[in-house]
């Protein structure tokens, strides 16, 4: 049975496997798979059929994987470089720099995406003044 409790469970990453191509086809070159092999007759080399893909796709790991870093909307990070972090971190008292750069980003972009409104009403207050003789 499927991790989603019911025979053709795994057929609901079909949407995701197509959303993270780029990843899967990472994953599975890391694996000695070629993903090319799903669009050749018979699953081309590999033998890579639709079923098997689900499978390999479903038993990856969500933090040991680029398509499960993508599912989850995290950064992919080997086991080494995760493990490397944490000494970082257990030394250093800090978590790595790396560790929370998505979120930083996104929190900056957010910043600037209201600094940059602030200043457009500004502006803009500043034109209907200027209009109106103030």
Same mark, same amino acid.
């Given at each position: 049975m499927a991790r989603g409790g019911?025979?053709?469970g795994r057929l609901k990453l079909l949407p995701l496997i197509k959303k993270h191509e780029e990843a899967v086809e990472l994953d599975l070159m890391d694996r000695g798979i070629d993903y090319r092999d799903r669009f050749r007759p018979g699953g081309g080399e590999s033998k890579l059929t639709l079923r098997r893909l689900l499978l390999i796709v479903d038993d990856l790991p969500l933090m040991g994987s680029r398509f499960g870093a993508?599912?989850?909307d995290m950064d992919y990070y080997t086991t080494?470089?995760?493990l490397l972090m944490d000494v970082f971190h257990a030394f250093s008292g !800090?978590?790595?720099?790396? =560790?929370? +750069?998505?979120?930083?980003?996104?929190?900056?972009?957010?910043? !600037?995406?209201?600094?940059r =409104?602030? +200043?457009?009403?500004?502006r803009m207050r500043k034109r209907i003044l200027k209009q109106r003789g103030r």
């Open positions: 019911w025979p053709g993508a599912r989850i080494d470089q995760r !800090e978590p790595h720099p790396y =560790k929370d +750069l998505r979120e930083r980003r996104l929190k900056e972009a957010a910043q !600037e995406k209201r600094r =409104k602030v +200043l457009e009403a500004s």
